[in-house]
């Protein structure tokens, strides 16, 4: 059995089956490989059979048969579109979204929301459901804003980026990624609203990841974030050099929170940063260099600017701590996670 925040027994009983939507994603398919580590089955969505493909032949080779089964839900933003998917399930992770990057919010934006409604109306139908967790994001709270000293707070929203994303067309191309941070807003208000107003009968927690590093688990599935420090060990600097610089996180330790916001009982009603090292790509490039010592990498960015955000990251910390961690995992080590199968 998986270790506890103060020992206590688990929410959801090791053996249960446990939902994971986006199952084929950069961070659900995480999400799924530590639930299973745990010691719980998990059924994955994705769009269509051709996305779970990998994510099956993946677990099965790595923990046997049983472990891990597919779902498809064509797409999320149908009514009822998980309704399915959650039967018999005694938890349900909701990593799903659209990441597209459209610059048009009507795109994106209703269909996040619109997920995400879906997803918890869907376990409030099912008696089953003792938990609910959301993947949100550090853009649920605000933008990047570099070389600006200021106190990140865990109850802030991005309002900014609601508003940005929403001003009247033309849509010009430069408002994807306040679309992006308004979805992402909006839904996970959505899902606190829903939560507020008709009290389910499990417990709802929301995970709000910065960028995450780290291993990607086949190169069958799309990278996301997981794609720029392989950009920079491939020379890709002019790929990556204009976003900002932020916070990361290596998206296993991302998993390991979902994972405790899932079955700790002490977790409840919160919103959990997963937050773990300010930087800028000078510092993975510092990173790769050190790892890779016979190999040229892009030279520095000169002036590159920084995260000067303050953040609490504590409660992150703590509860990979209960479930066997020493706390975050380095930038280095993330970034070798990221890299080791290139050399």
Known sequence: MAPTLHGKSPAIAPGSLVLVTGVNGYIA????????????????????????????????????EGKFEPAIVGDMAEPGAFDEATQGVSGVVHVASVVTFDHDPNKVIPQVIAGAVNAIE?????PSVKRFVYTSSSTAITAPRPNEKYDLKVEDWNTA???AAWKPPPYEPTRNWAVYGASKTQAEQAIWKFAKEKKP??????VLP????????????????????KALYYGGLDKVKDIPPQWMVNVK??????????????????RIL??????????ILASLRSLYPDKTFNEDIPNAPRDLSIVDNSRGAELLRAHGREGW???????????????
């Open 29 to 64: 398919s995480h999400v799924a490989d530590q639930l299973i580590q745990a010691g719980y089955r998990v059924r994955g969505t994705a769009r269509d059979t051709s996305k779970t493909a990998w994510v099956s032949e993946l677990f099965d080779k790595r923990y046997g």
């Open 161 to 163: 980026d609601v508003e």
């Open 253 to 270: 330790d991302t998993a390991r929170i979902h994972v405790s916001a899932l079955i700790d009982a002490d977790v409840e009603n919160e």
């Open 274 to 283: 997963a937050y773990a090292y300010p930087f800028n790509w000078n510092d």
């Open 210 to 229: 910065n960028a995450n590093i780290g291993e990607i688990l086949s190169e069958k599935q799309p990278a996301s974030t997981g794609a720029w420090a």
């Open 329 to 343: 995992t380095s930038l280095e080590e993330s970034v070798k996670d990221n890299t080791i199968d290139l050399k």
């Open 122 to 126: 869907a376990a409030a139908k099912t």
């Open 201 to 206: 009968d499990f417990v709802v927690n929301a």
